[in-house]
């Protein structure tokens, strides 16, 4: 079964750091890109970037660029996302899902940040 | 970048009845369009790519068409289970886009 499973939900005050996973199982991880959706309480769902494992390359969403940094480590088969000082307008669920012609399916169970002082 | 604009924003639906969603392009995205299905407290599941291929279990009773800037997402006859939050994908092109959403609730 293709599965990725994300890291726990997280609470961090501004200027913290935080990075979160997004570990693949069940498919040849290498093979399938990973992108990152952000969904803010009660809103719509936003594509802020896609990594290739096989060569690490990566596009961000303009919105996105700069605020955010995502990586992978293809030896655990597992994915990030990270800030480095958070803001309590990134308060929101970030999913992670698997990508083969830039659509989603399936996706992570999601990781709720929370941010706040 | 390419906005996705979805209509309705609500759709209040008896069950049984068929809902017909609407998701609109600002310029051209050909059929690179998908839909996705979101149950409160769940993450997003895919049900159509290429803007009228089902996804992998997903039930013949959700059908998608359109081409271009137009788009529609058609569900035969609503299920208890279908009322959920339904947005669309494009991904003819950088950045990818969604729309808004369009929540499906049952009247």
Same mark, same amino acid.
């Given at each position: 079964?293709? &599965?990725?499973?994300?890291?726990?939900?997280? +609470?961090?005050?501004?200027?913290?750091?935080?990075?979160?996973?997004?570990?693949?199982?069940?498919?040849? @991880?290498?093979?399938?890109?990973?992108?990152?959706?952000? &969904? *803010?309480?009660?809103?719509?769902?936003?594509? *802020?970037?896609?990594?290739?494992?096989?060569?690490?390359?990566?596009?961000?969403?303009?919105? @996105?660029?700069?605020?955010?940094?995502?990586?992978?480590?293809?030896?655990?088969? /597992?994915?990030?996302? &990270?800030?480095?000082?958070?803001?309590?307008?990134?308060? +929101?669920?970030?999913?992670? +899902?698997?990508? +083969?012609?830039?659509? @989603?399916?399936?996706?992570? &169970?999601?990781?709720?940040? /929370?941010?706040?002082? | !970048?390419?906005?996705?604009?979805? %209509?309705? $924003?609500?759709?209040?639906?008896?069950?049984?009845?068929?809902?017909?969603?609407?998701?609109?392009?600002? #310029?051209?995205? %050909?059929?690179?369009?998908?839909?996705? #299905?979101?149950?409160?407290?769940?993450?997003?599941?895919?049900?159509?790519?290429? $803007? %009228?291929?089902?996804?992998?279990?997903?039930?013949?009773?959700?059908?998608?068409?359109?081409?271009?800037? !137009?788009?529609?997402?058609?569900?035969?006859?609503?299920?208890?289970?279908?009322? $959920?939050?339904?947005?669309?994908?494009?991904?003819?092109?950088?950045?990818?886009?969604?729309?808004?959403?369009?929540?499906? !609730?049952?009247?």
């Amino acid at each position: 079964e293709v &599965q990725l499973v994300q890291s726990g939900a997280e +609470a961090k005050k501004p200027g913290e750091s935080l990075k979160i996973s997004c570990k693949g199982s069940g498919y040849s @991880f290498n093979n399938y890109r990973i992108g990152w959706v952000r &969904q *803010m309480p009660g809103k719509g769902l936003e594509w *802020m970037g896609i990594i290739y494992p096989a060569d690490s390359d990566i596009r961000y969403s303009p919105s @996105f660029q700069g605020q955010v940094t995502i990586s992978v480590d293809k030896s655990i088969s /597992t994915a990030y996302l &990270q800030w480095s000082s958070l803001k309590a307008s990134d308060t +929101a669920i970030y999913y992670c +899902a698997r990508s +083969a012609a830039n659509f @989603f399916d399936p996706w992570g &169970q999601g990781t709720l940040v /929370t941010v706040s002082s | !970048e390419i906005v996705m604009t979805q %209509s309705p $924003a609500t759709l209040s639906v008896f069950p049984g009845e068929r809902a017909t969603l609407s998701c609109r392009a600002s #310029q051209s995205v %050909s059929r690179y369009l998908a839909w996705y #299905q979101q149950k409160p407290g769940q993450a997003p599941r895919l049900l159509i790519y290429g $803007a %009228s291929t089902r996804a992998t279990e997903i039930p013949a009773r959700f059908s998608g068409s359109g081409s271009g800037t !137009e788009f529609t997402l058609t569900i035969s006859s609503l299920q208890s289970e279908d009322f $959920a939050l339904y947005s669309c994908q494009q991904y003819n092109d950088w950045p990818l886009t969604f729309g808004q959403g369009t929540k499906v !609730e049952i009247k």
